[in-house]
């Protein structure tokens, strides 16, 4: 399963997106669990110091904010499109 990843986490994860094992449908939660598994320098970019996720992160499956669907309760199939976007910053 490709999760395509933005900005900062492209230099934890090495690329542009990474590679989770395929099998078969995954909630969100269980997507991250593993992101964290594989990167573990990504904790400190999509929690806070008190361990509650970061809210300006953007998790989209097929276009669609996570956060509209089932948070992070939202199955994920295989084949879909899974991008994390973290929060973005700059200009003057």
Same mark, same amino acid.
């Given at each position: 399963?490709?999760?395509?990843?933005?900005?900062?986490?492209? +230099?934890?994860?090495?690329?542009?997106?990474?590679?989770?094992? +395929?099998? @078969?449908?995954?909630? =969100?939660?269980?997507?991250?669990? &593993?992101? *964290? &598994?594989?990167?573990? %320098? =990504?904790? &400190?970019?999509?929690? *806070?110091? @008190?361990? &509650?996720?970061?809210?300006a992160f953007h998790f989209l499956i097929n276009?669609?904010? %996570?956060?509209?669907?089932? @948070?992070? +309760?939202?199955?994920?199939?295989?084949? +879909?499109?899974?991008r994390i976007f973290p929060p973005v910053g700059g200009g003057a």
């Open positions: 399963m490709e999760i395509k990843v933005y900005a900062t986490l492209r +230099d934890i994860v090495g690329g542009k997106s990474a590679v989770l094992k +395929d099998d @078969g449908a995954k909630t =969100m939660r269980r997507i991250l669990t &593993e992101l *964290l &598994e594989q990167y573990p %320098a =990504m904790r &400190e970019k999509l929690f *806070l110091n @008190g361990g &509650e996720m970061h809210s276009g669609r904010d %996570a956060r509209y669907l089932d @948070g992070l +309760d939202t199955v994920v199939e295989p084949g +879909d499109d899974v």
